[in-house]
């Protein structure tokens, strides 16, 4: 503990951390239950991101009080995870579909256009 540091900046901090790792395990928890890949791909993203909105923002507390001015660096780290998640999950989600309709599954969804011949 930092003897500069007010008591309930200290508690604060720490329950948004432990916030962050219960959600996370929870979500791990959860994730190793869904049968499909496409039903893992949805809810362990949003609990993901609780998770780092949570230390993001215990970062952001703690760092403001023991600097003793504004600390907003630790904000990118969820700006970033906007931006590149959703893009990363689609590229997956495009990928599995892929291979299960080139490996024949019965239940996969026919594609939105017939394939171009060349």
């Known amino acids: 503990m930092n003897a500069g540091l007010p008591p309930w900046l200290e508690i604060v ?3 948004l951390l432990v916030l962050s790792g219960v959600v996370v395990l929870i979500s791990a928890t959860g994730f ?12 362990p993203a949003l609990a993901y991101t609780l998770g780092s909105w949570s ?3 215990a970062a952001t507390l703690y760092l ?3 600097e003793s001015k504004e600390a907003l660096h630790p904000l990118l780290i969820p700006c970033i995870l906007a931006v590149t998640v959703p893009v990363t999950t689609l590229l997956l989600a495009r990928v599995a579909l ?17 394939p171009q011949s060349s």
Request: hydrophobic content about 40%.
């Open 32 to 43: 190793l239950r869904m049968p499909d890949f496409f039903l893992r791909l949805h809810p």
């Open 55 to 57: 230390v993001t923002l």
């Open 98 to 114: 892929f291979r299960r309709r080139v490996g024949g599954a019965a239940d996969t969804p026919p594609p939105l256009s017939p």
């Open 64 to 66: 403001c009080a023991a």
């Open 13 to 15: 901090t720490s329950a």
